[in-house]
């Protein structure tokens, strides 16, 4: 166990496979990046869902919410939902291995807010456990 009560399992591959992001939330690059290297940090692994949605029983999919609401300043809600796969197919029923939503309305810096869910992301991620992979 590590600080903050995160914990450390092990899997066979550590591999998350992120859904496609929406093109009507107009999903920054850098965001997608930045999640990237949150999930790196924490030992998994990315790879983008194919359209089949194949992957292999026991690996794990991820879905990214982005929301911002306001005026001017523009809060950012990030909700991550990380699933266990039980089948050959990503689903909607999978069992959620991991689930945060958290939102950021500081520091206001720029009106799109695109820091604010840079650490949104950071919050959200920050209480995921880590990852190792089984080595045979």
């Known amino acids: 166990?590590?600080?903050?009560?995160?914990?450390?399992?092990?899997?066979?591959?550590c591999l998350v496979h992120l859904h496609p992001f929406s093109k009507k939330h107009n999903y920054d690059?850098?965001?997608?990046?930045?999640?990237?290297?949150?999930?790196?940090?924490?030992g998994y692994k990315t790879?983008?869902?194919?359209?089949?949605?194949?992957?292999?029983?026991?690996?794990?999919?991820l879905e990214l919410k982005r929301t911002l609401?306001?005026?001017?300043?523009?809060?950012?809600?990030?909700?991550?939902?990380?699933?266990?796969?039980?089948?050959n197919t990503a689903l909607e029923n999978d069992p959620i291995f991991y689930k945060m939503e958290k939102s950021r309305r500081f520091p206001r810096q720029t009106l799109k807010?695109?820091?604010?869910?840079?650490l949104a992301i950071d919050d959200?991620?920050?209480a995921l456990n880590i990852c190792k992979q089984v080595t045979n």
């Open 1 to 13: 166990m590590s600080a903050a009560g995160v914990e450390t399992f092990q899997h066979p591959s």
């Open 29 to 42: 690059e850098s965001l997608i990046r930045k999640l990237k290297s949150k999930l790196d940090d924490k």
């Open 47 to 61: 790879r983008a869902l194919d359209e089949y949605k194949k992957l292999v029983p026991g690996e794990f999919h």
């Open 69 to 87: 609401t306001g005026k001017l300043y523009k809060e950012c809600l990030i909700e991550i939902i990380v699933k266990k796969a039980r089948s």
């Open 113 to 118: 807010g695109k820091e604010r869910c840079y």
């Open 124 to 126: 959200a991620i920050y």
